[in-house]
C-alpha cells in the first residue's frame, strides 16, 4: 500500500509502490518520469489528453492481475486499453493506472478444430493474418488496428456480420482478471454468467486476457468499394434497402457517405468530391461474387470502384491508411429497424455535408445470423434491428472540432426520430453515457446483477458503465 508521506509519481502512485511493482512485473511500469511517458499515454483519438499515474504495459496475465490488484488497493481509477480505439478515450485517465495490454498480442489458431485464441490485446489484423493462413476467419472491424477485445466485448460488428453473426457470437470462451485480481474463465460451461455478460457488455466486468473464437472457412473474398455520386444517394439508398434485405448472407455491404480520397482508382478530378458509396465482400464461392455484386453496378452511374477477388484480411486493412492515430474522434449511433423513407429523406440531407475526407457515416447490416441468436441469450440486446448505423466524425485539426462536433450531433438528431431508443455501445461517445438502459434494453437489470456479483466496488467504470445492482 501507498505510506502517508511518500513522494508519488504522479498523482496517487509512490515511488516505494512503483519501485517493488517494478521488480514483480514481467512488463514495464511507466510513470510521468519515464522518457516514454508520452509515448504511452497516448490513445487513437487525438482529442484525448490524460495523464494517468501509471500505465502497465502488461507482458501477461500475472501482470494483468497486479494492475488491477494495485487499482483496487490504492483506490485508483482503472483503464484498460487492447486497441486504444475507444472514441470517449476510455483507455486512459487522469491521475490512475492504465492496464496496457498492446503487449500481450499473441494469436495461436487450432486449424483442426476452427479456433483461434488472441491474447487480450491483439488486434485484428493481428487475427486475421493469423487465421488467414488456414483459409479462416470470424467476424471483427473493419479497420485492422482496432483492439480485438474491445471490439468483442461490446458485440462487433464487420464484413462478415450477416453470415458469421456478430464478433461476440462467435466467442466460446474468455480468461478474465476479475475486479478481486482472481483469474477465472467464462464459457458456456463454466461462469456462465459472466460469459452471457461478456458478450456486449464491454468491459464492464474484469480485464479479459484471452478471447477464444470460433471460425468460419473464409479465405478469398470478392468485393471492395463502390462510389457513386452524391445527387444519387437518395436512390441508392432506397435501391441497397431492398438489395441488402434479399441478399444472400454472404454478402456483406454497407452504405456510407465519404469525399472522394485521393485513391489511384478514383479519377483524379473526382479526389475530394463528395459521394456515396457500397463496401462489398461476399464470401461465398468468389466465381460468384462478379454476379453477386452486379445488381449494384447497374444501379446508378457508378463514379468509381475497385471491386474484384482478395484476400479477406486486405479488404479488412483496406481503409486503415485514411485513419492514423491521432486523429480527432467524436461519434454518435443508432439502431434502425427499418430503413424508411424519412429515414432515408434525413441521411440525404446530411450525409452529403460530411466536413472532411476522414469523417464517415456508415450504415452496416446487421440482419441475418446475428438475428437467430435470441434477445436475452447475450448481453447484446438488438438482435431485431436490421442496420447498426455510426456518424462518425474524425479530422485532423483540432480547431475544427466544433464544425465536426456539429456535424455529427446534427445529423444525429435528425436520424434518431427515426431510429431504435439505443446504439451500439461501441460506436457512442462520453456524453452517451445517460443512453446505457437504452442500449440495453431488457438485459439491463441481469448486467448490474452480474456487475454487482463480479465487480460490486465498480472498479472497472472507466467504459459505458453498468452500475452494480442497477
Ligand atoms: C477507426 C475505428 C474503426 C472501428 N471499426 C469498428 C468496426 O468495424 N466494428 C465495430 O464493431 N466497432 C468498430 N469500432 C469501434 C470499436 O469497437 C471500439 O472503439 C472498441 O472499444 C475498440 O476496442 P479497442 O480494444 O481498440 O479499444 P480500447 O480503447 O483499448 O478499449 C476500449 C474499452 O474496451 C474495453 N476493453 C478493451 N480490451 C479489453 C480487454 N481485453 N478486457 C477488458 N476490457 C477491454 C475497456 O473498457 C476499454 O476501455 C471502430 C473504432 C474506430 C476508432
Known amino acids: 500500500m501507498a505510506t502517508k508521506n511518500s513522494t508519488t509519481t504522479g498523482n496517487g502512485l509512490s515511488e516505494e509502490r512503483a519501485g517493488a511493482l517494478r521488480e514483480s512485473l514481467r512488463g514495464e511500469l511507466i510513470d510521468p518520469a519515464h ?33 488491477v490488484r494495485l487499482a483496487g488497493e490504492d483506490g485508483l481509477d482503472l483503464s484498460v486499453r487492447g486497441g486504444a480505439h475507444s472514441v470517449p478515450g476510455f483507455g486512459t485517465n487522469d491521475g490512475g493506472v492504465v492496464c496496457d495490454l498492446s503487449s500481450m498480442r499473441g494469436i495461436r489458431v487450432d486449424p483442426e478444430n476452427r479456433t483461434v485464441r488472441a491474447e487480450g490485446g491483439a488486434t485484428w489484423g493481428d487475427l486475421d493474418h493469423a487465421t488467414h493462413a488456414f483459409g479462416l476467419a470470424t467476424t471483427g472491424g473493419i479497420i485492422s488496428t482496432t483492439g480485438v477485445g474491445g471490439l468483442t466485448l461490446g458485440g462487433g460488428f464487420g464484413h462478415l456480420t450477416r453470415g458469421c453473426g456478430l464478433s461476440c457470437d462467435n466467442l466460446l470462451s474468455a480468461d478474465v482478471v476479475t475486479a478481486d485480481g482472481q483469474f477465472v474463465t467464462a464459457s458456456e460451461k463454466e461462469n456462465e454468467d459472466l460469459f452471457w455478460a461478456l458478450r456486449g457488455g464491454g ?12 471460425l468460419h472457412p473464409v479465405g478469398e473474398v470478392y468485393g471492395g468499394p463502390i462510389f457513386y455520386p452524391v445527387d444519387q444517394a437518395g436512390e441508392m439508398m432506397a435501391f441497397y434497402r431492398e438489395f441488402i434485405a434479399d441478399a444472400p448472407e454472404q454478402l456483406g455491404a454497407f452504405f456510407a457517405f465519404q469525399i472522394a480520397p485521393p485513391l489511384p482508382f478514383i479519377p483524379e478530378d473526382r479526389h475530394g468530391e463528395t459521394m456515396c458509396l457500397i463496401v462489398t465482400c461476399w464470401t461465398g464461392p468468389v466465381e460468384e461474387g462478379e454476379k453477386m455484386i452486379a445488381p449494384l453496378l447497374e444501379a446508378a452511374p457508378v463514379a468509381a470502384e475497385h471491386v474484384g477477388p482478395m484476400p479477406y484480411p486486405a479488404l479488412n486493412s483496406a481503409f486503415d491508411a485514411l485513419l492514423p492515430a491521432g486523429l480527432q474522434h467524436y461519434w454518435k449511433a443508432d439502431f434502425v429497424e427499418e430503413l424508411t ?7 440525404v440531407e446530411h450525409g452529403p455535408r460530411v466536413p472532411c475526407v476522414e469523417a464517415t457515416m456508415h450504415l452496416y447490416p446487421i440482419d441475418g445470423a446475428p438475428h437467430r441468436v435470441a434477445e436475452d441469450d447475450t448481453a447484446f440486446a438488438y438482435r431485431d434491428a436490421n442496420f447498426a448505423c455510426v456518424i462518425a466524425g474524425m479530422w ?32 457512442m461517445s462520453g456524453d452517451d453515457q445517460d ?21 460490486p466496488e465498480n472498479l472497472f467504470r472507466m467504459n459505458q458503465n453498468i452500475k452494480p445492482g442497477g
Open 341 to 347: 423513407d424519412d429515414a432515408i429523406a434525413a441521411h
Open 203 to 214: 468491459g464492464n466486468f474484469g480485464v479479459v486476457t484471452s478471447l477464444e473464437f470460433g
Open 35 to 67: 522518457q516514454s511517458y508520452d509515448e504511452a499515454r497516448k490513445v487513437y483519438n487525438g482529442m484525448i489528453d490524460k495523464r494517468p499515474a501509471a500505465v502497465l504495459q502488461c507482458a501477461d496475465a500475472a501482470d494483468v492481475m497486479a494492475a
Open 396 to 427: 485532423p485539426d483540432p480547431a475544427h472540432n466544433e464544425r465536426n462536433t456539429a456535424w455529427v450531433r446534427e445529423y444525429w438528431e435528425a436520424i434518431h426520430l427515426h431510429s431504435m431508443s439505443g446504439g451500439y455501445v461501441n460506436f
Open 435 to 455: 443512453r446505457i438502459r437504452d442500449n440495453y434494453r431488457g438485459n439491463y437489470d441481469r448486467l448490474a446483477e452480474v456487475k454487482h456479483r463480479y465487480d
